[in-house]
T-cell receptor, first 112, second 114 residues
């Protein structure tokens, strides 16, 4: 079992739909990151969370430390949101160079 | 623009050839990382560095070497390329410390070994 599990692996939505991507982890963490990767493109950081909830535009990220679970929500989805969304966690101690452990990613396709 | 620059962006190698991937960052970050990304798998750490002159092994270091002679540069070397090293390679950097520091990623290098 991977330390970081994302669901679903693939998600297809119609423009305007509310989207949720989930991330569960099995290790103690100091922070959780949500990243976005467009086809053929680089990786961009969306959020860094250690507790609670953050919002940027139509994107909302939440984390429940006790349940070791985080969700990424996209409201009023748009075709330009089509990308791979990646969850990554940073360990609880400032050792080993703040290494990240990554989930496999969720491929999101938003159709017009 | 400030960020992480990877060169080259694409490369095709024959089995047994060698090459070096360059990662350069201009944000004065202490930590730098090399990852590989393969279909159906999350990014996996190859090697990392917590400062100039220091390097350490990650999850999948075999077949790779690295050097960090200057703080801004982190080089990834393949001495004798194998088809199993066909992958997309990403470099990332981060400021040192426990604070809420984000990671900055490069745009990736797509390597094919034939």
């Amino acid at each position: 079992k991977n330390e970081v599990e994302q669901s679903p692996q693939n998600l297809t939505a119609q423009e305007g739909e509310f989207i949720t991507i989930n991330c569960s982890y099995s290790v103690g963490i100091s922070a959780l990151h949500w990243l976005q990767q467009h086809p053929g493109g680089g990786i961009v950081s969306l959020f860094m969370l250690s507790s609670g909830k953050k919002k940027h535009g139509r994107l909302i990220a939440t984390i429940n430390i006790q349940e070791k679970h985080s969700s990424l929500h996209i409201t009023a989805s748009h075709p330009r949101d089509s990308a791979v969304y990646i969850c990554a966690v940073k360990g609880g101690k400032e050792t080993s160079g703040s290494r990240l452990t990554f989930g496999e990613g969720t491929q999101l396709t938003v159709n017009p | 623009n400030a960020g992480v620059t990877q060169t080259p962006k694409f490369r095709v190698l024959k089995t047994g050839q060698s090459m070096t991937l360059l990662c350069a960052q201009d944000m004065n970050h202490e930590y730098m990382y090399w990852y590989r990304q393969d279909p159906g798998m999350g990014l996996r750490l190859i090697h990392y560095s917590v400062g100039e002159g220091t390097t350490a092994k990650g999850e999948v270091p075999d077949g790779y070497n690295v050097s960090r002679l200057k703080k801004q540069n982190f080089l990834l070397g393949l001495e004798s390329a194998a088809p199993s090293q066909t992958s997309v390679y990403f470099c990332a950097s981060r400021k040192a410390g426990q604070g809420d520091y984000g990671y900055t990623f490069g745009s990736g290098t797509r390597l094919t070994v034939v």
